[in-house]
């Protein structure tokens, strides 16, 4: 007996698994040259059921050996320091065995084929999405090389439309863990989560709750697929280096019970929480990764209505926050009427002579709506003014004062003209109002429809058509019918991409109202300024600026941005004007910054171009097995 014990404890002995088995893999893969359970000739319990890592966190992660993905239970993540770096839900081998098998015996073909079609998405995305996946497992300098140099061919793969499909099959299609995960059954523990990641440094954080996945609806913990395509997007277009960067989801639940039905979904299987304690989970995880990266810029993306404007609120004063969803479409929005008035011979000011009909009344919408009233403030005309410019509507009509329960953010836009019945149709109002521009943001599919597109082209020269939500199956209108009921004089942008037609014998060029146009470079500028806020007239200065780059041939061809093949270059004068417009509200913090823009603006061109991460192999050495020594002679 004693010989046996002394056996054991030499066992238990760190380095001890791999005793007479150069991979150390016989212990921990006790079972190894046996076909199956039942050939297995004793209980598991006869043999030693620990193994000893040698490594914590994201390493063991990494680790074949040792990795278990999704089956690590809670007290092992909590011991190995995995607390957020996996999935709250742990799964079983079982289940972890049924997934595998179910893509080993039919690889893409289990998933839904109408999620791909009804989306916009194609098999060939998906197949190129996977492949790219694939490729920045293993090689994460090659895929942002080919990423930059590809952007316009990738974007749409790692980002809107594919993503939107990646994040309905999230939890089939995991592999690695990527990010942070936050949940509610993490209360009380975020603030030494977060020192499992395994980043000293992070510049920039794009956090999701799942809530309102673009068009999708509430997806839980598979919206964190939206963070991490976000991110590439920092990094491909505004050059921030991804080994700073840190994607996250705060699970607090979902409403989607086909997903709570799913038995490989990896997310919280609860209703979502709501009211304090909903707050109480986002307040935490907030001053736990600003305790952590004090500097880095926080970007929430894909909240609800319930919750988008109030958390931006919340935060935007005491953090350097922003919500893309609300500010970002807003100014690419703006962005886009500015190059639709250069593309109509007009100069800026006539943004404050335009009629607007938005469908969409959520948080993208209104944000869209404020961010263009406060546009023809500045070109002369008062809040009441550019507020009666605009009709919005949402599934219930026209929105006027009439309307009980209006949130508070969409009140100075509710018609308050007699001639503006509550409730008044679509396609009544484009009648009665003669607007010159359709913007739509209510993620409900083809709303513009034929005769509504054929009474803007009667009513003005070039009819402003923007049909912005996203994905593709949730559009207002294509390009082609654009074109084809506004006589092919539409001036068009639209959320997802569409390609050019010809209409008549001429070519009507398609823009992309994309916010990657704004957001990284956005991010940058309020990063390097270390002014800790994005004020809105930093916002309205990345807006401006996207019409300066548009050239005459552009111009020409009817698109109202520059070309996305530019992307790096849109996206450093954006931060340009970012930090310029910061310097002038006084939030310019950054002294170097200072320095270089008292000397002009192109010093501080170079400036922020000298901060751009450019994927490209370094010579690697092998780090010290111990602390270098100091030198006396520092």
């Known amino acids: 007996m004693l010989i046996a014990q002394k056996a054991a404890r030499r066992l238990l002995r760190p380095g001890a698994l791999a005793a007479g088995c150069s991979s150390g893999l016989a212990l921990a893969h006790g079972r190894r040259g046996y076909a199956d359970a039942a050939s297995f000739p004793y209980e598991p319990k006869e043999f030693l059921d620990i193994s000893v890592a040698r490594s914590r966190g994201v390493d063991v992660l990494h680790d074949p ?46 998933i839904d084929p109408s999620q791909i079609e009804s989306g916009g998405v194609t098999h060939e995305h998906t ?33 809107t439309p594919t993503v939107g499909w990646a994040c309905m099959n999230y939890h089939k299609l995991y592999r690695r863990p990527r990010g942070m995960y936050f949940s509610a059954n993490d209360r009380g523990e975020m603030a030494s ?31 964190l697929g939206i963070p991490v395509g976000k991110l590439d997007l920092y990094v491909g277009a505004g050059g921030f280096n991804p080994g700073r960067v840190l994607p996250c989801v705060i699970d607090v639940g979902t409403n989607n019970e086909m997903l709570r039905n799913e038995p490989w979904y990896m997310g919280l299987k609860q209703p979502r929480l709501r ?53 970002g479409t807003a100014a690419v929005a703006v962005g886009g009427l500015y190059g639709a008035m250069a593309v109509a011979g007009k100069p800026a000011s006539a943004l404050a002579d335009q009629k607007f009909v938005v469908l969409g009344a959520g948080s993208a919408g209104m944000g869209v709506v404020s961010m263009i009233a406060q546009g023809m403030v500045k070109h002369g005309l008062s809040p009441a003014e550019a ?14 004062q009439q309307r009980p329960g209006l949130e508070p953010h969409v009140v100075p836009f509710a018609r308050k003209d007699e001639g503006s019945p509550e409730g008044e149709a ?32 009667q009513h003005n020269e070039r009819p402003i058509i923007m049909p912005m939500s996203n994905p593709t199956s949730k559009m207002e209108c294509t390009h082609e019918e654009a074109q084809k009921y506004c006589e092919g004089r ?59 780059l548009i050239t005459p041939e552009e111009l020409a061809q009817g698109r109202v941005y520059p070309n996305m093949h530019k992307i790096r270059a849109i996206s450093l004068n954006v931060a340009l004007e970012t930090m310029k417009a910061a310097a002038e509200e ?25 901060h751009m991460f450019w994927p490209q192999y370094s010579n690697l050495i092998q780090a010290p097995h111990s602390p270098m020594p100091r030198s006396d002679y520092n």
């Open 127 to 159: 197949r190129k999405w996977l492949y790219l996946q694939e490729l920045q497992d293993r090689n994460e300098t090659l895929f942002y090389r080919l990423l930059c140099e590809n952007f316009v061919e990738m974007a749409p793969i790692i980002y």
């Open 490 to 548: 539409a001036i068009f942008a639209s959320g997802s991409p569409q390609p050019d037609v010809e209409f008549n014998g001429k070519k009507c060029a398609a823009s992309q109202a994309n916010n990657m146009y704004i957001f990284p470079g956005l991010a940058m500028g309020a990063f390097l300024a270390r002014g800790n806020i994005v004020t809105d007239g930093m916002l309205m200065a990345a807006a401006e600026s996207l019409s300066e």
């Open 387 to 400: 507020a009666g410019r605009f009709y919005v509507l949402d599934h219930k009509g026209l929105i006027t």
């Open 586 to 610: 006084g939030h310019l913090h950054n002294e170097h910054a200072i320095r270089e823009l008292s000397r002009g603006d192109e010093h501080l061109r170079r400036y922020i171009h000298k």
């Open 426 to 457: 679509f396609i009544d109002v484009v009648r009665r109002v003669k607007p010159t521009a359709l913007i739509g943001l209510a993620g409900a599919g083809r709303l513009f429809t034929p005769d509504a597109l054929k009474l803007m082209a």
């Open 275 to 327: 009211g304090d304690a909903y707050y109480e989970i986002v307040d935490e995880f907030v001053q736990a990764v600003m305790g952590r990266w004090p500097r880095a810029v926080l970007q929430f993306e894909d909240f609800n209505i319930e919750h988008a404007a109030p958390l931006l609120e919340r935060y935007r004063y005491s953090h350097c926050v922003f919500n893309d969803d609300v500010q």
């Open 193 to 223: 989560m977060v020192w499992n990641w395994p980043h000293e440094n992070v510049d920039a954080i794009v956090v999701t709750d799942g809530s309102r996945i673009l068009g999708l609806g509430d997806l839980g913990t598979n919206g």
């Open 65 to 110: 050996v040792f990795n278990k993905g999704t089956a690590h239970p809670l007290v092992e993540r909590e011991r190995l320091g995995l607390r957020g770096l996996l999935p709250p839900r742990v799964l079983t081998m079982e289940q972890q065995k049924a997934r595998a098998l179910d893509r080993y015996w039919h690889g893409q073909d289990y």
